[in-house]
């Protein structure tokens, strides 16, 4: 028996050739471990119901001293009264676990995470994901009381309405979610892991489509002027195609952005979050956004905050998608819409994908069709000045605007 102290501990190494674990004892069951690693756990040894009992106390020094002989004292006092401390430690950790609920989750995750991770508008689809798809169902839930079972009812709720994109969206967001529940040992394991496998429709689509003259005539014609959707879903429908940004970036252009001609997209709402992007607007371009002030492309739901000014935020994805994926009616049933416009399948970001391909034809480089587009390109030629491609980016989207306004009047590629 020895009596512990720091410096002791500090200097409590393995011997030459050591390969079992060796106890130290200071008294009453209370002990220090070393590993042949030289990991050193301190221990309470007692016996409960006729079998002999072991409780690690915590690991030095990350548990001090002083902490473990508290832990001790709180051991050996309820070994006094008749309690097994391991059952009740145990007991304990579960009785906290179940004060974890989803709602505990998604709070901690959006506000210690994902605020420091997301721009705005990615936060804000996400809240919207988890208050129509996700807490409605689990709100109380114990995070710990989640199975694979339960994971996979979740995701199919949006499946079985007919509704594949949503359901990727609740998939990738509540895979997030408990891989921070993992990391911060709040759960096991990961309920929403190799989902695919369970559920094919979930795993990625590497899509091709792009929409021939015929398509973009159709569709134009369909958005404008009594389509279904409001003003800014037709608006952003034709920007993202004449710009060939990202729909998501597309759809948070706020006029502080606009100077001129060029719409600089800030750094934190660029996909890669690494720079700000420069976008030449065809006058074309800029005759559908307007003179708007504020977000162009507005929702309509507005957050009021008592003895706070209305606030005001960009249009969702989901909205635009549930437009064009969707068949409709209007209230006087004179008019009816058919998924997609009556097209085969397109989503928003075949638009970009379109968009990117005439620039090609109009006879843009790889690079600067790269440029554009806001490519992430690896290596040094992926460092470019800010600037150094306005004249390019200026002459092609105005090529492909040009080119735009053939396709409306049905001028065959090549034709003046």
Not at 185 to 190: I, L, R, S
Not at 224 to 249: H, M, Y
Not at 263 to 269: D, G, S
Request: proline share 5%; net charge positive; with cysteine.
């Amino acid at each position: 028996m020895k009596k512990f102290s720091d410096s002791w501990l500090k200097g409590l190494k393995p011997e030459p050739g050591q390969t079992v674990k060796k106890d130290f004892r200071e008294g009453k069951g209370f002990g220090v471990r070393l590993m042949p690693s030289g990991a050193k756990t301190f221990f309470f040894m007692y016996h409960f119901d006729g079998k002999r009992r072991f409780m690690n106390l915590g690991t030095y020094p990350t548990t001090s001293l002083k902490q473990a002989n508290e832990n001790y004292r709180e051991a050996a006092s309820l070994l006094e009264q008749g309690k097994d401390p391991i059952t009740v430690r145990e007991q304990e950790k579960a009785d906290r676990m179940a004060e974890k609920t989803v709602a505990w989750l998604t709070k901690q995750y959006m506000e210690n995470y994902a605020k420091g991770k997301k721009v705005e508008r990615s936060l804000y689809d996400d809240q919207r994901t988890l208050d129509t798809d996700v807490l409605p169902y689990w709100k109380k839930r114990s995070i710990n009381s989640i199975r694979r079972q339960d994971a996979v009812d979740l995701v199919n709720t949006a499946i079985k309405r007919g509704a594949p994109g949503q359901a990727r969206n609740i998939f990738k967001l509540m895979r997030a979610i408990w891989n921070y529940a993992v990391e911060s040992h709040y759960v096991e394991f990961n309920p929403f892991d190799k989902m695919t496998k369970v559920l094919p429709s979930l795993a990625p689509v590497q899509r091709k489509r792009v929409l021939d003259d015929k398509e973009i005539r159709h569709i134009w014609k369909k958005i404008t002027p009594a389509g279904f959707g409001s003003d800014e879903i037709r608006r952003v429908i034709k920007i993202i195609l004449l710009t060939c940004q990202r729909p998501g970036e597309v759809i948070s252009m706020h006029s502080d952005d606009i100077d001129g001609d060029w719409w600089t997209i800030p750094r934190e709402r660029t996909k890669y979050k690494e720079e700000p992007h420069r976008v030449y607007l065809s006058p074309l371009a800029k005759k559908i956004i307007g003179e708007k002030k504020g977000w162009i492309f507005e929702s309509p739901k507005v957050e009021e905050e008592e003895g706070k000014p209305p606030k005001t935020r960009p249009m969702t994805e989901n909205a635009i998608s549930r437009v064009i994926n969707r068949e409709m009616e209007s209230a006087d049933k004179k008019f009816q819409k058919e998924k997609y416009y009556g097209l085969s399948e397109w989503t928003p970001h075949d638009l970009r994908r379109t968009g990117a391909t005439n620039l090609a034809m109009l006879g843009a480089s790889n690079e600067i069709i790269d440029a554009i587009l806001s490519h992430k390109v690896s290596g040094v030629v992926g460092v470019y000045n800010l600037y150094k491609y306005d004249q390019q980016k200026k002459e092609f989207l105005t090529k492909w605007a040009e080119r735009m306004l053939d396709i409306l009047k049905k001028k065959p590629f090549g034709e003046g």
